[in-house]
């Protein structure tokens, strides 16, 4: 059974350029979230979403980031007009139910590297 | 609301023991622990859940004291793959059902 799928695995945009992340949950999971990790820092956040469904984007900043989860194929984590600020390892994770009882299987990650 | 971990990084030797510990300020439904490597994916240690239930490693023990919001990791008789970054994520009460609350991460070297 396939673990959860991130790619690329590393990612170089100059300023001002986009950035797209993708990510296959395990089989049978429907339900992603995304997190960011800075160096020597937690996990933090960003959206959750089901099937074509975004359920929490509190974490998502409020400008350039969009994130969606299509009926067939990855989810996406797309970055518009990045800056400096944006670099950092983004981390996808999936988990078979929604409810927070269900442990989260994370992906091996995007570092994301903005010049 | 960021769960506050302890200490933030601890050396053992071989075959010592340590606990790490999580505390929120917030009325807590349950607290996941994970493990990570440098530069590759938390991996899920255990879930403890409000009024008892624990899911996860058999080598690896918890405990959550839900009056206090406290949860502790004990790692007994460590070994040298123990060495990462141990975070723990919360699930406050009220809050989103959708996502974890992650503490800064404790260090943990563990040397021959």
């Known amino acids: 059974n396939a673990g959860v799928m991130q790619n690329p695995r590393h990612l170089v945009r100059r300023r001002g350029q986009e950035a797209r992340l993708r990510c296959s949950p395990m089989?049978?999971?429907?339900?992603v979230y995304w997190y960011r990790q800075l160096p020597e820092e937690g996990l933090k956040f960003m959206v959750y979403?089901?099937?074509?469904?975004?359920?929490?984007e509190s974490g998502m900043p409020k400008e350039r980031f969009s994130a969606e989860f299509p009926k067939e194929g990855p989810s996406i984590l797309r970055i518009q007009q990045v800056v400096r600020g944006d670099s950092a390892a983004y981390f996808c994770?999936?988990?078979?139910?929604?409810?927070?009882?269900?442990?989260?299987?994370f992906g091996p990650g995007t570092r994301l590297t903005v010049t | 609301q960021q769960p506050v971990q302890s200490p933030q990084a601890v050396i053992l030797r071989e075959g010592e023991d340590a606990v790490i510990n999580c505390s929120s300020s917030k009325a807590l439904y349950s607290v996941h622990w994970y493990r990570q490597k440098h530069g590759e994916a938390p991996v899920f240690l255990m879930i403890?859940?409000?009024?008892?239930e624990q899911k996860g490693h058999e080598k690896i023990s918890a405990s959550f004291n839900e009056k206090k919001q406290q949860s502790s990791l004990y790692l007994t008789a460590s070994q040298l793959s123990y060495s990462g970054t141990y975070f723990c994520g919360t699930v406050p009460y009220g809050g989103s059902q959708g996502n974890l609350i992650f503490g800064k991460g404790t260090k943990l070297s563990v040397k021959p």
């Open positions: 994770a999936s988990s078979p139910r929604r409810e927070l009882r269900y442990e989260q299987y």
């Open positions: 089989k049978g999971h429907s339900h």
């Open positions: 403890l859940l409000k009024g008892g």
């Open positions: 979403l089901q099937k074509e469904n975004i359920i929490d």
